[in-house]
């Protein structure tokens, strides 16, 4: 049983506007989740059979689903609400087959499939693991290639890597078709709900207690549709209007250092040994050792 499964559910393949793209930020993120300091942990990516993944790094596995693309996935093509709940039902039916491949695990993060963690996450997790779990409010926006991160102290309404749950508090069904499509949505779809959720069930999520993830922001497959940081805070005619926003938001820009690199980015993943580890007869020996 590993102390933190991190659950990577990733979009039907034709809900990609560039799968290359994906698939590079996909092996990142993976890279990102292989640099914990502990070592009681696994990963699995929940992806449609016949994706074309990455290489895994070790610790990792693929869960295969048959789900349809999500025919809302463009925001732009309907009713804004409607996007919202096809998107939490997509999101969370790949949730909840992650988490029933790995349902005797002591906690659960679900990591976006572009974003970053700390290194530092599950060494917390296992000093303090009677907890209910945590929200992550204090984290970075990060664009692509920027040398340079920008601080949020309320990382958890922005991103949906934000939250580290105890596996019993979901109440997870016995089987997928046992699942209403409401607790899908709800519960495993949206970060923003299940925290308050728990809350109002007396089971409240503490606030970690440092910066834990890095929300990678602006690129053209983004789900949210965020923009570039530099664009959003520093070049356009807004600054000119607010200049107190742009001295608050200089204040909060944190320049990315060897340190940070380390602690968020993890290292490139070796093909060669990732491609041994995502064998099937390796993969059923890592799950043997897992447990």
């Not at 679900?110 to 997790?125: E, H, W």
């Not at 340079?148 to 102290?153: A, D, G, H, M, V």
């Not at 070049?235 to 000119?240: D, E, M, Q, R």
């Amino acid at each position: 049983m590993a102390l933190v499964t991190f659950i990577i559910p990733v979009r039907h393949q034709a809900n990609a506007s560039d799968w290359g793209a994906l698939k590079a930020r996909l092996s990142q993120t993976m890279a990102s989740i292989a640099g914990q300091s502990n070592g009681d942990w696994r990963g699995i990516v929940v992806a449609n059979e016949g994706a074309d993944l990455p290489p895994l790094p070790p610790q990792f596995s693929v869960e295969r689903v048959t789900f349809p693309p999500n025919q809302l996935h463009d925001m732009a093509s309907a009713d804004r609400e409607l996007v919202y709940d096809a998107f939490r039902l997509d999101k969370g039916r790949r949730v909840l087959s992650g988490m029933l491949a790995a349902r005797n695990s002591r906690f659960f993060m679900i990591v976006d499939d572009d974003d970053f963690v700390s290194s530092n996450i599950v060494d917390y997790v296992s000093r303090n693991s009677d907890a209910n779990g945590w929200k992550i409010d204090l984290g970075f926006l990060w664009s692509e290639g920027a040398s340079f991160l920008l601080q949020t102290n309320e990382f958890a309404k922005l991103c949906g890597t934000s939250l580290i749950v105890r596996s019993d508090l979901y109440r997870l069904p016995e089987t997928f078709a046992d699942a209403e499509e409401d607790f899908i949505k709800s519960m495993l779809g949206s970060h923003v709900r299940i925290a308050n959720i728990l809350a109002e069930a007396g089971t409240p999520l503490r606030s970690l207690p440092f910066r834990g993830a890095i929300y990678r922001v602006g690129h053209s497959g983004a789900h949210s549709k965020s923009s570039d940081l530099l664009r959003t805070h520093f070049l356009n005619k807004s600054v000119i209007r607010h200049p107190r926003r742009l001295i608050r938001d200089l204040m909060r820009v944190h320049m990315l250092g060897d340190g940070l690199r380390r602690e968020f980015f993890g290292k490139p993943i070796d093909s060669a040994a990732a491609a041994r580890a995502s064998h099937p007869v390796e993969q059923f020996n890592r799950q043997q050792e897992i447990g």
